[in-house]
DNA sequence: CGAGTTTCCGTCAATCTGACGGATAGTGGG
DNA sequence: CCCACTATCCGTCAGATTGACGGAAACTCG
């Protein structure tokens, strides 16, 4: 521990966004491909560096996802993930990044931010074989298994869905998430009946053939009780 | 956006530290007296800025808790919590702090760092009600909610026991951790039933009066399946 | 040898879970 | 209008899990 000579490090601190949601059956994420070195049209998360020094950190990402997608931070579900800061991440300088998550629903995807590299939804199965810049495969991982067990004791599930949405719906995120098939009637019967999950508004879908479901809409609680457990088969797959 | 000007900012990264153990049936927290300003002779988390600009995160985590413990990571649990970036924290320039918890059991605290700023053990509820410097209340609040939910679906409890420890020590330390009392012959039908929690070492403890205890020692698992749920009391009492 | 203490095994009712039969309420075709 | 067809939702039922507790086992101490 010598102290004289001794300067604080200087450091670039990113804010990356892993954006998930469910699109064409599939679970998805927001991707851009680099338009700069290093890296140079790669896939990449969409991020930047904090826009001044007194930028907050969960404002830069905020910031970000308002760029990236045209979505505000009100009705979509926006936490931090992790920081990375392996040091040999860019060649430039030092980096580290700190990653956060954002589930949002299908619908709204205007993603008109006025950037030049446009991003675009890819299944994560898709992205996860390709190569990606930096560690973000790994922070894909990452996000996905964060999602995955937030799905089993938080409400996660209903960040994924539209304002309204129905049981089956809410069924299919689960099970794309967790790759996991569901019993249908055993599913509804756990998400009505645990408290604050999900709210009736009355309403009935008109759609296709059979019986109309009704729809429902987000509940007050946050945490769910009792838990949607996955499978023991599920949950291990991850760490294997 | 204008590109003209602009240059990525420089930022100070610091690592903190929230170590937790179980003494003298309390959730006690590792904490220092600030030796310097801002918020000299205030109890602060231990931690400091990165050595140097090459220096990894998750390394300097670990240096620091040799340098405040003595202890090395092997035998320990130390996992990022999370990165507190608001812009005004300190005054002297921008600083974020990635922050980790860590999980040690009682016994080895030579804790001889060669620091001048002793750490000591402060017991959180404590710690919570003191003035505590910079956002480091927030910190500890978010580590023991980390801790305690963490308690319920993966194998972190035997993180605060020695190698050896009998099952009523493990209830104590989720007793204690949960603030909940639990009831002992189920507790221990549980966690003997668990897959990979819990290996007997075939020794008995040969203390006090009464019946000898069996020992164990950690099993594989890192994830508890089942799971061993807290009331929904304890569970919401955070959220207040 | 008995009282005290702590660990651990067993029981039993209430609850929860998974699997499935079948009623309900729409659509579209003849 | 009636009959498939489809999808939602309600009910049942056996097996597993949970919470609550009685009581035996295994030690120490006096």
């Known amino acids: 521990m010598t102290e004289e000579e001794w300067t604080i490090p200087d450091v670039a601190v990113a804010v990356d966004l892993a954006v998930l949601t469910v699109r064409a059956e599939q679970l998805q994420i927001l991707l851009v491909e680099r338009g700069i070195e290093p890296f140079r049209g790669a896939l990449a998360l969409p991020g930047g560096f904090l826009a001044s020094a007194r930028e907050d950190i969960d404002g830069a990402a905020v910031r970000e996802l308002a760029e990236e997608t045209g979505l505000a931070a009100e009705d979509l579900h926006l936490e931090q993930l992790r920081t990375y800061g392996t040091p040999d991440r860019d060649p430039r300088r030092r980096v580290i990044t700190v990653c956060y998550l954002a589930v949002v629903p299908n619908l709204p995807v205007p993603r008109?931010?006025?950037?030049?590299?446009?991003?675009?939804?890819?299944?994560?199965?898709?992205?996860?074989?390709?190569?990606?810049?930096?560690?973000?495969?790994?922070?894909?991982?990452?996000?996905?298994?964060?999602?995955?067990?937030?799905?089993?004791?938080?409400?996660?599930?209903?960040?994924?869905?539209?304002?309204?949405?129905?049981?089956?719906?809410?069924r299919r995120v689960y099970e794309i998430v967790w790759g996991e098939q569901l019993e249908p009637r055993n599913f509804h019967r756990k998400v009505t009946g645990a408290d604050g999950f999900l709210v009736p508004t009355g309403e009935k879908t008109l759609r296709q053939g059979g019986r109309p479901a009704e729809l429902y809409r987000r509940g007050p609680a946050s945490l769910l009780h009792p838990a949607l457990l996955r499978s023991r088969a599920s949950s291990l797959e991850v760490t294997a």
């Open 112 to 170: 008109a931010g006025g950037d030049a590299d446009v991003a675009r939804w890819v299944p994560v199965a898709e992205a996860l074989d390709g190569p990606l810049a930096f560690d973000h495969s790994r922070i894909i991982s990452d996000a996905v298994e964060r999602a995955r067990g937030k799905l089993e004791y938080t409400t996660l599930a209903t960040a994924f869905c539209p304002a309204e949405f129905t049981v089956t719906e809410l």
